[in-house]
């Protein structure tokens, strides 16, 4: 966990224009090295609270890139995870969602060490398709969901007719991290320049909704919190990633049986590059959760010292 003080985190902001514009850009890049294919069956749809999104496990096929040497290397494609708004940002600006496609060396049993993941971003059109979302199980109708935490795959999944004219485009890459603790530093990132049109109702209902459900509601008790709260249950993205850019904050989780949690978030001031404390968060009650323990002292000296 300690690699979250490192200083390859994800997820960051893509440069597209500019002197620091990130490596890659050209079309084409990936242009006949994706051999995604179609994910059928009836696997569970899962929400996740623990990193915002709605997650698919199944086999999508994979893709095949040069390692430093020049040599193919072939990567599965074994995850997906969907998100609204977005965790990357291009050129500072956030999209209405973002998909990560998730792979791991063909060899290896997980990602961890040099896995690699292909971000898509999305901004909305109340005229565009949605098919994708829609074989993901979201009603195009939008918000209007029960609470559900899971559900089975309603439609095959294929990623690469949704995404083929996307994946011919510009590619920017960076190294970065795993985007969850414990954000090991060895992931590489392909993230498209085009946005593909969906409507954004989709998903932002379906997360929203799920959500609430599942986790209850959320208070935001500090003024400084850059959080985007969708709707009442949405959790905030600071919360579940301890990897984002700095910020100080302070803040309550009421859980579904009206028990009270409290979460102190601490980050170092921008620039630094030694956090002063990570966070304390207690597991809500009757749900899977995460939890990580600091001493709540050191954390509350420090915020008193800013």
């Known amino acids: 966990f300690l ?53 698919l496990e199944a086999d999508f096929g994979s893709i095949r ?18 998100s609204a708004d977005s965790w990357h940002t291009l050129n500072g600006a956030p999209a209405a969602a973002e998909l990560m ?4 060396p063909k060899e290896a049993s997980d990602m961890i060490k040099g896995g690699v993941i292909v971000s898509v971003m999305f901004e909305h059109d109340d005229a565009a398709d949605s098919p994708l979302f829609e074989h993901l199980g979201m009603p195009k ?3 209007e969901m029960e609470a559900l935490g899971s559900w089975q795959l309603p439609h095959y999944v294929n990623l690469l007719d949704n995404l083929q004219d996307v994946l011919k485009g510009a590619t920017y890459q960076y190294e970065g991290s795993v985007p969850v603790p414990p954000c090991t530093e060895n992931i590489k990132y392909l993230v498209m320049g085009q946005l593909i049109k969906f409507l954004a109702a989709l998903v932002v ?5 799920t959500m609430a459900g599942s986790i209850g509601e959320l208070v935001i008790a500090s003024p400084q919190s850059f959080c985007n709260v969708i709707k009442l249950g949405t959790f905030c993205r600071t ?11 302070y803040q309550y989780i009421r859980g579904k049986d009206d028990d ?20 304390d968060a207690s597991r809500l009650k009757g749900s899977s959760h995460w939890r990580m323990q600091q001493d709540l002292e050191t954390i509350r000296a420090a915020a008193n010292a800013e």
């Open 65 to 82: 890139l040069q390692d430093d040497t020049g040599r193919d290397v072939e990567y599965t494609a074994h995850q997906i995870h969907l």
């Open 260 to 279: 009270m949690y409290a979460i102190d978030v601490l980050y170092a001031k921008s620039g630094s590059k030694e956090p002063k404390a990570f966070y």
């Open 205 to 209: 209902g379906v997360l929203s909704d």
């Open 101 to 104: 496609i998730l792979h791991k």
């Open 141 to 143: 109708e939008g918000p």
């Open 3 to 55: 690699a979250c003080a490192g200083e390859r985190q994800s997820p960051v902001n893509v440069l597209t224009t500019g002197p620091c514009v990130h490596s890659g850009g050209q079309d084409g890049q990936l242009d006949g090295r994706v051999m995604y294919t179609v994910a059928g069956g009836t696997p569970q749809v899962t929400v996740s609270p623990y990193m915002r999104s709605v997650m």
């Open 239 to 249: 919360v579940v990633w301890p990897c984002l850019p700095p910020v100080l904050m």
